[in-house]
C-alpha cells in the first residue's frame, strides 16, 4: 500500500517544511531528493558506531565496515539486476560514471572518423565527456534528432548506426522533458551492428525497475543522491567483458594487487576501479536507500509519479499562457513549461517566495534549450513524497506571477 502521508513523515525536510507558516512544496527533485530518516540515521549509525576502514583492518570493526559496504554492493546488484556483485563499481556519481567508461573505454579505442552517438536530449554529463574526447581524436558526435514532443527519431536513429559508430550513449529519461526514451529498442538496435551502449539513468533509477540483463546494455550509471541517498556516492555497471579489458581509472590504493618500484599489477573487479578510501558511508546510505524503495516499491513509485504528472499537466494547461516543453508520449515526474513571456529566472524568484522550490534555466541541457529556441524552462519535478496540494500551491504562485508581470 502507497500511504502518502506516511511517506512523508518519513522525510524530516518535507515533513518539517509542511509545517511552515507558507508551507514548503519541494519540487526540484530531479536536482536532488530529499533524504529518509532511515537513511540519514543509516549514515549516522556508521559514523558513531562502525566507522573505519575497509579492506585492510583484520579487527572486528574494520570487518564489519568492509562487509556492510559489499552488502552494499550486493543491492545496487539486485537492483539493477546485474548478474554479478563485481559489475558494480561505486563511483561519485552518474558524471563520474560517464567519465569513467569515456576515459576507460572509448579513448584508447577513438580513432580519426570515428563516431559516437548521442541523443539531441543528453544532460551535459552525457555529452562533453564524449565530446571532448572526439574533437581530441578527430571523431565525430552524431546528435539523434528529437520532435516537437521531444521524443528521439527512431529513423534517424537508426540511419546513424553504422560500421563507425564506437558508442551510442543514452539518457533513459530526460531530465529537461521528461521523456522515457525506448531505451530497450534502441540498445537493442546498436548491439545488432556489435556496438557498445550506455545508459544513463540518473533520472529513471529512482522510478521504475532497471533490468540491465534485459536491457543487454555495456554501462548503465546513476547516482545516490537523485534516489533519496546521500551526495557524493553513485554506481557504473558494466558488463564483465567489458570492464576486464578496460585499463583502471586512477591508481593508488586498493585497485593494486602488487607493487614493486619498477612495476604494479591491478586488482580484480570491483576494487581495480575504486582506487583510494571509497565513501563508505555513502555507499551504506545507498544501500539504506535501496531498501526504502523497494519497500514502498518501484511499482507504486511509477504510479505515483503518472498520477502526478498527469495532474500536474492538466492543472498547469488550464492556466493561459503556459507552454509545455517535453509532451512526449512516454514521459515521467518532470513537467517543463514557460510562463507568457517571463524569464524562468524571474520566475523561480517569485515562486520562491510562495513556498515553491522549483528550478529554473537551462538545466544543464543548453543544445536542448537552443532546440526549442528558449532560454531555459521552469521545471518542476517529482519524488514519491509530492501531492497534489503542492501542485495546486505551484499553480496558484503561477496565478501571481502572471499578476505580477
Ligand atoms: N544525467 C542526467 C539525466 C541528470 O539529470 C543529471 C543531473 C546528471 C546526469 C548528472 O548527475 P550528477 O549526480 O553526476 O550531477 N541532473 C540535474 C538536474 O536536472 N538538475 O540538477 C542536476
Not at 207 to 217: G, N, P, S
Not at 356 to 365: L, N
Request: proline letters at 4%; a negative charge.
Amino acid at each position: 500500500m502507497f500511504q502518502i502521508d506516511q511517506i512523508r513523515a518519513s522525510f524530516p525536510l518535507i515533513h518539517r517544511g509542511s509545517q511552515q507558516p507558507i508551507p514548503l512544496a519541494y519540487l526540484d527533485n530531479a536536482a536532488t531528493t530529499q533524504k529518509p530518516q532511515e537513511v540519514i540515521q543509516r549514515v549516522q549509525t556508521y559514523y558513531e558506531n562502525e566507522n573505519a576502514n575497509i579492506h585492510r583492518g583484520i579487527y572486528d570493526l574494520a570487518r564489519q565496515a568492509t562487509d556492510d559496504y559489499e552488502a552494499a554492493r550486493v543491492k545496487v546488484q539486485n537492483l539493477l539486476n546485474a548478474s554479478k556483485t563485481q559489475e558494480i563499481i561505486f563511483t561519485r556519481g552518474t558524471t563520474e560514471s560517464i567519465n569513467l567508461v569515456a576515459q576507460c573505454f572509448l579513448a584508447p579505442m577513438l580513432k580519426p572518423g570515428d563516431e559516437v552517438v548521442i541523443t539531441a536530449m543528453e544532460h551535459h554529463s552525457n555529452l562533453v565527456p564524449w565530446q571532448v574526447l572526439c574533437k581530441k581524436h578527430q571523431a565525430h558526435l552524431k546528435i539523434i534528432p528529437i520532435n516537437d514532443a521531444g521524443e528521439v527519431m527512431m529513423e534517424d536513429y537508426r540511419a546513424l548506426l553504422n560500421d563507425k559508430t564506437r558508442m551510442v550513449a543514452l539518457v533513459h529519461i530526460s531530465n529537461s522533458l521528461g521523456t522515457i526514451n525506448p531505451i530497450a529498442e534502441m540498445t537493442q538496435l546498436a548491439k545488432q551492428k556489435g556496438i557498445p551502449v550506455l545508459i544513463d539513468g540518473a533520472q529513471s533509477v529512482s522510478h521504475m525497475e532497471i533490468d540491465v540483463q534485459a536491457l543487454d546494455c555495456d554501462f548503465f550509471a546513476f547516482s545516490g543522491h537523485k534516489m533519496y541517498a546521500p551526495t557524493g556516492i553513485g554506481v557504473l555497471y558494466g558488463k564483465t567483458a567489458r570492464l576486464n579489458a578496460m585499463e583502471p581509472y586512477q591508481y593508488g590504493g586498493e585497485m593494486i594487487r602488487t607493487v614493486s618500484y619498477e612495476d604494479s599489477t591491478f586488482n580484480a573487479l570491483p576494487h581495480k576501479f575504486e582506487a583510494g578510501t571509497p565513501n563508505i558511508a555513502g555507499a551504506i546510505g545507498l544501500g539504506t536507500a535501496i531498501d526504502f524503495i523497494q519497500k514502498v516499491g518501484l511499482h507504486n513509485i511509477h504510479q505515483h509519479m503518472d498520477d502526478l504528472l498527469q495532474y500536474a499537466t492538466e492543472t498547469l494547461q488550464a492556466i493561459e499562457g503556459i507552454r509545455l516543453i517535453g509532451t512526449a508520449q512516454q514521459k515521467t515526474s518532470i513537467v517543463s513549461f514557460l510562463l507568457d513571456d517571463v524569464h524562468p529566472h524571474d520566475m523561480g524568484t517569485i515562486l520562491n517566495e510562495s513556498g515553491v522550490a522549483i528550478r529554473a534555466g537551462h538545466h544543464c541541457t543548453m543544445p536542448l534549450m537552443r532546440h526549442f529556441e528558449i532560454p531555459g524552462t521552469t521545471r518542476a519535478s517529482f519524488a514519491m513524497y509530492n501531492t497534489k496540494a503542492e501542485i495546486d500551491q505551484l499553480a496558484e504562485a503561477l496565478k501571481k506571477v502572471q499578476a505580477i508581470f
